[in-house]
């Protein structure tokens, strides 16, 4: 089951997958009604009678479910809401249903009601009626711009035109070859060409008026989620958890490497989280996941969309890193000259999800200002990789001491020298595995209490005390990742898929560093010293490709 959130005065409800065996429609109905605490009025009914054959009935004509729980619990909100319908509900005069429909629409466009939808998107059930209760009962924002303002929430590859960024527009008239400011990419960019659909066709239009949803063609990186103009239009909704899973994937055929290379690269555009990474040295193609299920999902579109088959290994947990103790970095990059960077930097733990922090304690007599930036710039893309092989995290940084030389250094050399002190002041100081927690929160019937909770005690989960609510009860807590990792498969098939599992990336702790978790250094290591500088002024390429 799912919800489409909308406006602050009002919202639709969408009820899916009641085509799914075993589902308890009229509970959930209950269940998401309470726990949101809002008032739900439904405008169909799912007749299940037919499990094999589902059929939705609209409002109008539901007289023969008119005693059903979401129906009866519809009409009892009406009335709470609605004085003068409340006389006729308590007079029991509520049979003319299309007239108990508008005054069930007046108080959800109001706010006082929350629209309810069932159906199932699988089926092809219930979409035309969520499109129209779309349409009709949801406000349309209460002002746009008056200057160009537009959001992109989507990003797809096409063979002939490229990138394409589906946006909506929210204020100005734009228009092909204009600039627009990317707020992600902190630049303007250039619209080549502004594209709608047709029949599943692109076809060239000349403008994208306010309120208006296209798609345009540029030849910058942009990405789903940015903002384009100087607009405030960030909202309130949650993102995406970001990937705590890394997989490998492997071409089925060897003679595909170089195809599976270019569509994984293309699935990269479209979904930047992917963070795909080709090592070409070791001739690896490396993605990150949100869970093993992805997998699937990923491997065909690769065979709808290129024909190209390939195997995904096994996930592993994405770890970070963070100094087991203070260490100092010691660099001094004056050899073959013109260069010159001598640089001491103090490497100390700092709090858990505290990030990193940077000072110089440096005079600008020994380091000047430029070179001092040089080394602050050069600090997150240093901590990329540690000494075990993840991003390092949590720590804080100082220039403690250096030089520069008035004839031999030039620009560049700070940057080329900090990941050589950072790497060493990491290796000085050891660094500890940081693993990713989930916070999760299950509700279940009374009965499955002692299995759920045997399970989570096996994957040593850190549980609260459960809350209880007549048959069922909830229980939440924390759990590391790698434990939990395919609990849903097991917690699905324990349930009958009748109960929820909710998961949400929460933090991250230290855990035992072992063999098995430590992963080796992709590309040049700075802790490689001659090889990185020869690598950092040209003499030959990075092992890794972006």
């Avoid at 909202?235 to 060897?254: F, H, M, R, T």
């Avoid at 963070?322 to 490497?347: D, F, H, N, Q």
Wanted: charged share 25%.
């Amino acid at each position: 089951m799912g919800n489409l959130g909308g406006s602050k005065t009002s919202s639709d409800h969408f009820f899916n997958k009641i085509d799914r065996d075993g589902v308890d429609i009229e509970q959930v109905f209950l269940d998401f009604q309470k726990e949101l605490s809002t008032k739900l009025f439904a405008l169909n009914y799912p007749d299940l009678s037919n499990p094999d054959n589902p059929k939705l009935v609209s409002f109008t004509n539901c007289e023969n479910y008119i005693d059903s729980t979401i129906l009866d619990t519809s009409i009892e909100n009406l009335a709470e809401c609605d004085e003068l319908f409340l006389a006729q509900y308590l007079e029991a005069e509520t049979l003319d249903l299309a007239k108990v429909l508008e005054k069930g629409k007046q108080q959800i466009i109001s706010g006082s009601l929350n629209a309810a939808l069932f159906g199932s998107a699988k089926l092809g059930l219930g979409i035309t009626d969520l499109l129209n209760c779309i349409s009709s009962l949801i406000p349309p924002p209460k002002h746009y711009f008056s200057s160009a303002a537009a959001k992109v929430f989507k990003v797809s590859f096409h063979e002939k035109k490229g990138r394409l960024a589906y946006i909506k527009s929210y204020g100005g008239i734009l228009k092909g070859k204009d600039l627009i400011r990317s707020q992600y990419l902190d630049k303007d960019i250039k619209i080549n060409q502004i594209l709608n659909t047709k029949l599943g066709d692109l076809s060239q239009c000349s403008e994208l008026l306010t309120g208006e949803i296209g798609i345009i063609t540029t030849s910058e990186l942009i990405l789903s989620g940015d903002i384009l103009g100087t607009e405030n239009l960030t909202d309130k909704y949650s993102k995406i958890s970001n990937a705590v899973l890394g997989v490998q994937v492997i071409a089925k055929d060897e003679k595909e490497y170089q195809k599976l290379g270019d569509a994984l690269e293309i699935l990269n555009i479209e979904d930047p989280k992917l963070d795909f990474k080709w090592f070409k040295d070791e001739k690896e193609f490396h993605l990150k996941i949100l869970g093993p299920i992805q997998t699937e999902v990923l491997q065909e579109s690769l065979v709808q969309r290129w024909g190209t088959e390939a195997e995904f290994l096994k996930p592993k947990i994405i770890y970070k890193e963070t100094p087991s103790k203070s260490a100092e970095g010691y660099v001094r990059y004056w050899m073959p000259k013109p260069c010159w960077a001598i640089i001491t930097l103090l490497i100390e733990p700092a709090a858990l999800g505290s990030g990193v922090s940077f000072t110089s304690t440096v005079r600008t007599n020994d380091i000047s200002t430029k070179y001092i930036n040089e080394v602050k710039r050069a600090i997150p893309w240093s901590l990329k990789q540690g000494i075990h092989g993840y991003e390092v995290t949590d720590l804080s940084i100082t220039l403690l001491s250096g030089t520069e030389h008035m004839v031999h250094s030039n620009p560049g050399d700070f940057l080329l020298a900090t990941p050589m002190g950072v790497l060493r002041g990491l290796e000085n100081a050891g660094t500890d595995l940081l693993e990713p927690m989930y916070a999760f929160e299950i509700k279940a019937n009374q009965d499955l209490l002692g299995t759920i909770s045997s399970d989570l005690n096996q994957m040593n989960a850190q549980i609260d005390a459960p809350v209880f609510d007549k048959d069922s009860f909830i229980i939440s807590g924390r759990v590391s990742v790698a434990a939990a990792m395919n609990y849903s498969i097991k917690f699905n098939a324990t349930t009958s898929g009748k109960r929820r599992l909710k998961l949400s990336l929460d933090g991250y702790e230290k855990t035992n560093t072992t063999e098995d978790k430590v992963r080796t250094y992709k590309g040049v290591s700075p802790l490689n010293e001659s090889q990185w500088i020869l690598h950092m002024r040209g003499a030959f390429k990075a092992d890794e490709r972006h």
